[in-house]
């Protein structure tokens, strides 16, 4: 696969999107094994009717973990310096997930250009699930 050219990158600039299949249970059931996260709110349906939800909804790190693949799949992983995220909007068992980045700030400092990335989740309905942003440096 192609790394992404930051060195050239202008301000505006999107990352190539990165498409995630229906997330299903069967992701949910995974990632909870993988994570060792087993909250009912991820896993049993009867708890999430319990507690006024009409079903499972996803692991917030496991939607945060999607959008960071947009970094490490166009990036070295040694080029990115900083990576957070804000959770905005509950991911639901169907949902149908975008995630993107777009350049919005080039800094230049005395040994690298640190170019800051803002980043996305959205569903099939446009609903943003998770922004943050990404500090990385072209060298």
């Known amino acids: 696969m192609n790394k992404w050219d930051c060195r050239s990158a202008k301000i505006g600039d999107n990352l190539p999107e990165l498409l995630i299949e229906t997330i299903s249970r069967t992701k949910l059931a995974l990632y909870a094994g993988a994570s060792g996260d087993h909250n009912p709110i991820h896993i049993d349906t009867d708890y999430t009717k319990r507690i006024g939800l009409s079903d499972v909804i996803a692991h917030g790190m496991l939607i945060m973990g999607y959008l960071g693949r947009v970094l490490t799949n166009n990036l070295n992983q040694n080029q990115i310096l900083e990576y ?55 060298s």
């Open 84 to 138: 957070g995220v804000q959770f905005s909007s509950i991911t639901n068992i169907g949902d149908k997930l975008a995630c993107s980045g777009i350049v919005k700030e080039i800094l230049n400092n005395k040994k690298n250009k640190i170019i800051k990335l803002e980043l996305k989740v959205k569903d099939q309905n446009n609903d943003t699930k998770l922004k943050g942003y990404s500090l990385i440096k072209t």
